[in-house]
């Protein structure tokens, strides 16, 4: 389909447009055919990544926004009239489109593992379609980004953590939801500035090599930078030579001291981060400077900074390898229909049958370590907390967003029942496993009857579980 003009919409990212065109192409199908019965839908995760033990949630705000402000805008349903296949009463059927369904989902910050329900909508069927290009983008990558940093939190718990993957993001929208979702998932803070100002996550700065290529004189541009920011003055020492600049640094402190201006930190940004971090903390310890911390980047993964953990090094500016995950840059994330009319449905198909009906997570500790998870019905009577919780009726939210200092402690709670093996950056053998329940087994085993038409079981299709 041509992309014919050019649609303006005030904000790209709540655009009723911005779907798969295979949502408006079923949309009409239903309309024409009177298909508006409720519908269940869930969104899970089919399975784990090689490289992680677990998944952390995130997104949901995000996800109930764009549910909540769900329309079509006028220019959009111009355009979209003017599109082949769209007649004139189905567009005027869209303007009004809104969504009114129930959602259901994990609350954010909590620890989940594949085959389990993210979130559940449960609405009419052209309402609960139509959404599922944008509630996987918007859970998929939030959940994908806070998995990632939760395992620079693992890998060096006593350390700074700051989001430095703007720049590298793909796209400015992922490079702003990733400096939530990391926070989420514990860290510090950002360099991200709107991030700081939409939903007040710490900003941290220093300065760019550019700064002192611009200057004749390092030191100089060490002193302007600090008087510039006296309340934080954080100084790159690497542009030329990194220990001749900390020496630099040393020289000024106490003309800068003099001025009530302390150096709060210096970054180093290049080269053997360990073998200069040691220097470094050696030459400032000896010219007095004992205070003055050390913050290293450059292209750092997870294992980089577990490497670096017992370094003197006391805070980690992280970047690619957070916003686009670069080891594992995606999630098999879907949305499958699991209930129409009533009935409960499944998918067979060869390597992706879905297990059907409306499900709850139903997860047990002992001592309080984690040690399974089932895979249940909703209505079943089974032991354990529900990780399903309401989080919206009739297509509002039934609670304000919680602060993302709850969220915070949400995750810090989680992260304590995992079982050490969960907990470490290698993969756990046998990963942990979800084990669906019997009830679920036996819906699955009559809903297989009954769509074979004749009674007769024409062979029990399993979904894959973790284990």
């Known amino acids: 389909m041509p992309a014919g003009g050019v649609t303006r919409t005030p904000d790209q990212g709540r655009s009723a447009l911005l779907t798969d065109l295979y949502q408006l192409t079923m949309l009409k199908a239903y309309w024409e055919h009177g298909m508006n019965e409720t519908a269940v839908f869930e969104l899970f995760v089919r399975r784990l990544p090689p490289n992680r033990n677990f998944l952390l949630a995130a997104g949901l705000a995000h996800a109930l926004d764009y549910l909540e402000g769900l329309r079509f805008e006028p220019d959009e349903l111009e355009w979209l009239g003017g599109q082949p296949g769209f007649p004139p009463a189905f567009v005027d059927w869209l303007a009004d489109l809104r969504f009114t369904g129930d959602v259901d989902a994990m609350p954010e910050g909590t620890v989940f593992f594949p085959e389990e329900p993210l979130l559940r909508v449960t609405a009419p069927l052209p309402e609960a379609q139509l959404v599922e290009t944008r509630l996987i983008s918007l859970l998929n990558y939030a959940s994908l980004i806070a998995s990632k940093a939760i395992r620079f939190t693992l890998a060096a718990p006593a350390a700074r953590l700051v ?207 984690l040690v399974r998870d089932v895979l249940g019905l909703e209505d079943e009577a089974l032991s354990g907390e529900a990780m399903l919780v309401p989080v919206a009726r009739a297509g509002a939210r039934l609670r304000a967003d919680p602060p993302l200092a709850e969220i915070r402690d949400r995750v810090r709670a989680s992260l304590a029942t995992l079982p050490a093996e969960l907990r470490a950056l290698e993969p756990a053998r046998p990963p942990f496993p979800v084990e669906p329940s019997p009830g679920l087994r036996e819906l699955a085993r009559e809903v297989d009857r009954r769509s074979s038409g004749d009674g007769i079981d024409e062979g029990f299709a399993a979904p894959g579980t973790s284990g």
């Open 163 to 369: 989001d430095f993957g703007l720049r590298r993001a793909h796209g400015s929208e992922a490079g702003l939801l990733a400096a939530r979702a990391a926070h989420i998932a514990g860290f510090d803070g950002t360099a991200t500035v709107l991030a700081g100002q939409r939903w007040g996550i710490p900003i941290f700065g220093t300065m760019a090599h550019s700064f002192i290529q611009a200057h004749d004189s390092e030191a100089d541009a060490f002193i302007r930078f600090a008087r510039a920011h006296p309340d934080n003055a954080v100084l790159l020492i690497d542009t030329y030579d990194t220990e001749a600049g900390a020496s630099k640094a040393v020289e000024i402190a106490s003309r800068l001291r003099a001025e009530g201006i302390e150096i709060q930190a210096v970054r180093l940004d290049s080269g053997d981060l360990d073998a200069h971090a040691r220097r470094v903390r050696e030459i400032l310890d000896d010219g007095g400077c004992r205070d003055v911390r050390i913050f290293v980047s450059s292209s750092l993964d997870e294992h980089d900074v577990a490497r670096l953990a017992h370094a003197p090094i006391d805070g980690f500016g992280v970047g690619a390898a957070l916003t686009v995950s670069a080891d594992d840059p995606k999630l098999d994330s879907v949305y499958k229909l699991q209930e129409y009319a009533g009935q409960p449905r499944r998918k067979r198909s060869e390597g992706k049958a879905t297990w059907p009906g409306r499900k709850q997570v139903f997860r047990s500790c002992e001592r309080g370590r």
